[in-house]
C-alpha cells in the first residue's frame, strides 16, 4: 500500500524558515517523480515544487521561486522541502504527491494527507 | 505558466442528474496533459482523470473526461450523492510545473 506521510509543519514567525519531510513507502520510491502542493484555508491547490527520480529536473512556482527548496533522499525514501523567509501567504496545508507514471509531466496518483504550515506572528 | 479557468464556481444538482463542469486553459496543453481531482472536506484530492480522458483506477465509468486543446470537460453522467466534492482540473505538462484550475464546487440542490 502506497503511504505517503508529511511531517515539519507548525507555527512559525515572518521571515523565520522551516523544513517539511514525506516519508513514502510501498513503492520504489526511486522510480517516480515528487511533488509538493499546497492549500491555503479555505482555498483551491496550488502547486509549489517538483523534482524528478534522480533530482535532474527540478521546477518551483514562481511564489516560491528563490525562497524554497526542494529536495530528496532515495537512500531514506524520503522527500523534503526547505521553506525560507516565510511570508504569512505561505500559510497553508503542504501535500506530498506522487507522480503516476516515473516522467516529471505525469498527473498525481497519490496524495499524503498534508501538514499545516501557519506563518503568523 | 498555463492559466486554468473553470466554470462554473459552484453547480447545484440533484442526484441523479448529469453534471458537465469546464476547465479553459491560457494555452494549448501539450498532449492532452490535462487531469482532474475530487476533494471531499478535510481529505487529500483523488485522481479521476488523465490524459484528458483516461480514468484512474477505481473510478467509477459515471466519470468521463472530454476535450484538447485549450478547452477540457469533466462529466458525471448520473449524479450518486457520494459525488458532491469540489473537482479541480490540473494540467502537467508545461514549464515549470504543474497548475491547478480554481475549483468548481458541485453541491447538492
Known amino acids: 500500500e502506497v503511504q505517503l506521510v508529511e511531517s515539519g509543519g507548525g507555527l512559525v514567525q515572518p521571515g523565520r524558515s522551516l523544513r517539511l519531510s514525506c516519508a513514502a513507502s510501498?513503492?520504489?520510491?526511486?522510480?517516480?517523480?515528487m511533488h509538493w502542493v499546497r492549500q491555503a484555508p479555505g482555498k483551491g491547490l496550488e502547486w509549489v515544487s517538483g523534482?524528478?527520480?534522480?533530482?535532474?529536473?527540478?521546477g518551483y512556482a514562481d511564489s516560491v521561486k528563490g525562497r524554497f527548496t526542494i529536495s530528496r533522499d532515495n537512500a531514506k525514501n524520503s522527500l523534503y522541502l526547505q521553506m525560507n523567509s516565510l511570508r504569512a501567504e505561505d500559510t497553508a496545508l503542504y501535500y506530498c504527491?506522487?507522480?503516476?507514471?516515473?516522467?516529471?509531466?505525469?498527473?498525481?496518483?497519490?496524495w499524503g494527507q498534508g501538514t499545516l504550515v501557519t506563518v503568523s506572528s | 505558466e498555463i492559466v486554468l479557468t473553470q466554470s462554473p464556481g459552484t453547480l447545484s444538482l440533484s442526484p441523479g442528474e448529469r453534471a458537465t463542469l469546464s476547465c479553459r486553459a491560457s494555452?494549448?496543453?501539450?498532449?492532452?496533459?490535462l487531469a482532474w481531482y475530487q476533494q471531499k472536506p478535510g481529505q487529500a484530492p483523488r485522481l479521476l482523470i488523465y490524459?484528458?480522458?483516461s480514468r484512474a483506477t477505481g473510478i467509477p465509468d459515471r466519470f468521463s473526461g472530454s476535450g484538447s486543446g485549450t478547452d477540457f470537460t469533466l462529466t458525471i453522467s448520473r449524479l450518486e450523492p457520494e459525488d458532491f466534492a469540489v473537482y479541480y482540473c490540473?494540467?502537467?505538462?508545461?514549464?515549470?510545473?504543474?497548475?491547478f484550475g480554481q475549483g468548481t464546487k458541485l453541491e447538492i440542490k
Open positions: 504527491a506522487k507522480d503516476k507514471n516515473g516522467g516529471f509531466s505525469e498527473p498525481f496518483d497519490y
Open positions: 510501498g513503492f520504489t520510491f526511486d522510480d517516480y517523480a
Open positions: 523534482i524528478s527520480w534522480n533530482s535532474g529536473s527540478i
Open positions: 494555452q494549448s496543453v501539450s498532449s492532452s496533459y
Open positions: 490524459g484528458a480522458s
Open positions: 490540473q494540467q502537467y505538462g508545461s514549464s515549470p510545473g504543474s497548475t
